[in-house]
């Protein structure tokens, strides 16, 4: 069963206000939480896109620390030839290439954006 990535990044989020406010039972009014979860709604398709991205990029990297270690200690793992062919990566150029993901920046901000405005209202009450 997989989670509403939206009420996910929301408990988180109240749970990093919290500690920042030093108040366990921070609240936040429903419109302030409706409004924040509106922002983090428009990010999950592309956060998908970026974890698919990493995802490729560690796997295949995966495959390259084990050639090295093949080539670099065949008695203790074994030899290249007994690595499968399509798990051989030998040159480092050859991973997948990870963009710049302006939507994780977009994220980060919006997070810190909201986390100052709901501890700052706290600071103030």
């Known amino acids: 069963m997989t989670s509403n990535p939206v009420e996910v990044l929301w408990e988180k989020f109240m749970k990093c206000a919290r500690k920042i406010s030093k108040n366990k039972n921070l609240l936040v009014d429903d419109e302030m939480e409706e409004k924040i979860c509106s922002d983090f709604a428009r990010y999950p398709?592309?956060?998908?896109?970026?974890?698919?991205?990493?995802?490729?990029f560690f796997h295949k990297l995966v495959y390259h620390m084990r050639y090295k270690e093949h080539v670099s200690i065949p008695e203790e793992v074994?030899?290249?030839?007994?690595?499968?062919?399509?798990?051989?990566?030998?040159?480092?150029?050859a991973l997948p290439h990870i963009s710049e993901i302006e939507a994780l920046?977009?994220?980060?901000?919006?997070?810190?954006?909201?986390i100052e405005n709901v501890t700052e209202l706290e600071a103030l009450k």
């Not at 977009?106 to 909201?114: A, K, M």
């Open 105 to 114: 920046d977009d994220i980060s901000n919006l997070w810190y954006f909201h």
């Open 78 to 93: 074994s030899s290249v030839s007994f690595m499968r062919k399509n798990e051989i990566i030998a040159d480092f150029s």
């Open 45 to 56: 398709s592309e956060l998908a896109k970026c974890i698919e991205e990493y995802n490729l």
